[in-house]
Nanobody, 115 residues
């Protein structure tokens, strides 16, 4: 059974940093593409960043240069380092993996950027 658990969210001031974690069980993240999404209540879920099994990464234009996605194969965990945070980054953040034709999501972690 595939399970994803996000953590690391919280309240941070504009310009601050947070690191989100997505820990997986039932699947080897190094063999699959993983993505981070975010969602503001009432809005559609928005793709933020992705990392492929070979390690290549991609970012939404809104976070390019500020966010970094990475993977620790020994911990079977994917991270999202978020720097220079802005109020518009406030959202619930989710990780997602597609495996065996099904999409799996974590429960999300809340990020609030506010002074």
């Amino acid at each position: 059974q595939v399970q994803l658990v996000e953590s690391g969210g919280g309240l941070v001031q504009p310009g601050g940093s947070l690191r989100l974690s997505c820990a997986a069980s039932g699947i080897m993240l190094r063999s699959n593409a993983i993505a981070w999404y975010r969602q503001v209540p009432g809005n559609q879920r928005e793709w933020v960043a992705g990392i492929r099994s070979i390690g290549t990464t991609n970012y939404a234009d809104s976070v390019k240069g500020r966010f970094t996605i990475s993977r620790d194969n020994t911990k079977n965990t994917v991270y999202l380092q978020m720097n220079s945070l802005k109020p518009e980054d406030t959202a619930d953040y989710y990780c997602k993996v597609v495996y065996g034709g099904s999409s799996y999501w974590g429960q999300g972690t809340q990020v609030t950027v506010s002074s």
